[in-house]
């Protein structure tokens, strides 16, 4: 018994030790203005799956109003990346729609970005009204390759 005790004992000790241990900095990041992207200064990524995710803000907007949209990647993506963005926005007119299609290419690699943005404007028809999904379709310039895609929810009152 004393044996399971000390052992649950060490068990407890290490736990705690190991939560109070400093935690890696994420690493430095540039922000780039002259088109958009954010390039980590961390160690280059060692392959596997791009995941990423999409962020408008703000993610309720009015007609005319200006809003800003970001695709963030995790690792970073290292090849020259298409970035297609979606706005189908919702109508209340059977008869009217509206896209908004949005391309950024880049020709060559901007290094290890994790992320990308930009704006633009909530249509000023006033028959825009509603929730519908935005989406991000991303992929490899050179060879159209698919990177990742993603989604986001916004509500034009």
Not at 23 to 39: C, H, L, M, N, W
Not at 130 to 135: P, R, V
Request: some cysteine.
């Amino acid at each position: 018994m004393k044996a399971f005790l000390c052992s649950l004992l060490l068990v407890a000790f290490a736990l705690v030790a190991f939560a109070q241990a400093p935690q890696a900095a994420a690493p430095a990041t540039e922000r780039k203005a002259d088109t958009g992207v954010t390039i980590s200064k961390g160690p280059m990524p060692k392959g596997g799956p791009i995941t990423c995710t999409l962020t408008l803000s703000p993610n309720t907007a009015t007609n005319g109003g200006k809003f800003a949209f970001t695709v963030g990647y995790s690792p970073c993506v290292t090849v020259a990346q298409t970035e297609t963005f979606t706005f189908p926005w919702k109508s209340n007119l059977a008869t009217f729609t509206e896209v908004t299609v949005r391309t950024k290419i880049f020709k060559t690699s901007s290094g290890c970005v994790v992320a990308s943005a930009d704006g633009t404007v909530v249509p000023n028809a006033l028959a825009i009204k509603g929730q519908f999904k935005a989406t991000v379709a991303v992929k490899e310039t050179a060879t159209n390759a698919p990177i990742c895609t993603a989604s986001a929810v916004m509500t034009v009152n």
